[in-house]
């Protein structure tokens, strides 16, 4: 039997678009004003985390749990930054896996997300695909956009649900469906990184992105890989308003908004992304996720 084909949406249908996520804050630090500009337009939009985040840190100082379990209070964040990007939300269900720290590197936690077996942990992604039938995907690359293990298996199930969601032998009570496009975001970059740390220097303000900028150990590879940028200057305040959501993980007064809003409009109004994989033709320097889908 041959594979499904991708079917253009019919006129009037909206755009519909995944983004897939490891942790609670993730959606926020990712492609969150791409996201809330998509949503003006009326695509409809859906958001899956892919664990609790369960096994984070408190990363905001001035923040205290008491009595509350950090799964709780990072779930009432989801809610709330979900709710600020007028987004549909999706937990995959799984447990943080947490960041192994040591050398070497200590075992993963038995039944982690990370831990467990690839079909496993994808079989619920591939029903969202199925049920909520994206038009395009968005999800990290190979190395995570960092290397923690969530992340890693994060663009692992993602690839996995891209094909199988897709494949008719595979096992579901839902029909198929074929993506059309699948991202991966790529947030900062050396040159970015670099451009912030020169706004800081040129506005007087003690700049944050020296130290990064120090350690960085290959070239600009990020930048090098980028396909398409998203303007969407217009909706950094929302952008900032579901990161201050997650109040667990995000300092207000730290490294996310060393340089403000006007500024960072001014010096780079795009969000970043790499069109990994096509169903519909190789396309190249594109302004928008939906290249090639608008207008049937």
Not at 54 to 66: I, M, Q, Y
Not at 89 to 101: A, K, N, T, V, Y
Not at 182 to 192: A, C, D, E, I, P
């Amino acid at each position: 039997m041959p594979a499904p084909q991708f079917v253009k949406p019919k006129k009037g249908e909206p755009l519909r678009l995944l983004a897939v996520h490891a942790h609670p804050d993730d959606e926020s630090s990712k492609g969150a004003a791409a996201t809330a500009k998509y949503v003006s337009q009326g695509v409809e939009v859906m958001v899956v985390s892919c664990t609790g985040g369960e096994r984070g840190d408190v990363l905001n100082p001035a923040f205290t749990l008491g009595e509350r379990s950090i799964f709780e209070v990072r779930k009432n964040e989801m809610h709330r930054a979900a709710q600020i990007l007028g987004i549909q939300h999706r937990w995959l269900g799984f447990e943080d896996s947490g960041w192994p720290d040591g050398d070497p590197k200590p075992p993963l936690p038995t039944g982690c997300f990370a831990e467990l077996p690839l079909a496993q942990v994808s079989a619920p992604l591939v029903e969202i695909v199925r049920e909520f039938r994206p038009h395009v995907i968005t999800t990290y690359d190979e190395n995570g956009g960092y290397p923690h293990p969530d992340h890693i298996r994060t663009h692992e199930v993602s690839m996995f649900a891209w094909e199988k969601a897709a494949d008719p032998k595979y096992d579901s009570i839902l029909e198929p469906w074929v993506a059309a496009k699948l991202y991966y975001h790529h947030g900062f970059s050396k040159v970015r990184v670099q451009a912030m740390h020169d706004a800081c220097t040129e506005l007087g303000i003690e700049s944050p992105y020296q130290e990064w900028l120090d350690e960085w150990e290959d070239d600009d590879l990020t930048s090098n890989r980028v396909t398409t940028r998203i303007d969407c200057a217009n909706w950094f305040n929302v952008r900032e308003a579901a990161l201050k959501a997650h109040e667990t993980q995000i300092d207000p007064n730290g490294i996310w908004f060393a340089v403000p809003i006007d500024k960072m409009a001014e010096i780079w109004p795009t969000e970043d992304f790499e069109l990994a994989f096509s169903r519909i033709g190789a396309i190249v320097n594109e302004d928008d996720l939906f290249t090639g889908l608008r207008g049937a």
